[in-house]
């Protein structure tokens, strides 16, 4: 397995992959890997000649006071586990780097950004499809691998890479979650033991909205009423929103026809977690 660093490094890989007429399958990551991002790679390596990951804790996707600096790291670890699952070329770029002094373009998506963690978080999704896209421009990738744990991230990579022309398929996998539900998230490393305990309830109350669509309720509302009142059973869970929304405009709806999604943010304790679910009629 290769580690690269340098940006330059990495076009000139990428580049000498594809003249061997090799396809590239690529996993953009934060790092401190769990097996959420291990099935993304396990999958890209069964479609692609080459797999490529990123490790890079994106300072633009974070707002102030959020949880840049103690953003869990582990290096070492995960390059093992990388290794592991075969992955090819590992990319570790600097912060310095890829925002060099004088940098000031960014890709902005518009309308599907502004609901659900857009509302609390404004200019995430900016840092996201902008750091997104300096990668895919660096690591040329033919596919590129995301999880639908970060639904509205998925939605909003797939509206980019349309509407910019991006030769790349994007290929959106299933959450993984620990064998109680909790959906794996590097971020569950913050969890106390009673926090872990209490942070359970999304998922639990994600299964409760499931069993009552399933039951025929339709009324959005009404399903909402039930998943508030399971999160806030935990004192130590605050409900940032809890929403159901049409899976492909993310605007809220009222009477669920066909599809829809159910989308959580809820900090337990200082830990803001995310988990959806969407539903389908039959
Ligand atoms: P992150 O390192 O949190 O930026 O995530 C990198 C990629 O892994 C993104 O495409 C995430 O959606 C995906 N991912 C994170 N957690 C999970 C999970 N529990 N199941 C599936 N994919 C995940």
Redesign the pocket.
Known sequence: MEVIAGVKQMQERSQQLRAQRETIAF?????YLHE??L??MREGRKRADALIISIFVNPTQFGPGEDYERYPRDMKRDLQLAQGVGVDIVFTPSVQEMYPQGFQTYVEVEKVTKNLCGISRPHHFRGVTTVVTKLFNIVKPHLAL?????YQ?LVTIKRMVEDLNMDIEIIG?P???EPDGL????RNAYLSPEERRAALSLYRSLCKGEELFRQGTKDAKAILREIRKIIKAQKLAQIDYAKICDPHTLEDIDEIEGEALIALAVKIGETRLIDNVILREG
Do not use: E
């Open positions: 996993v953009p990551t934060m790092g959420g991002h099935s993304l995301f999880g639908q744990k970060d991230q996998l959450t993984v979650r959906a794996m998230s590097s």
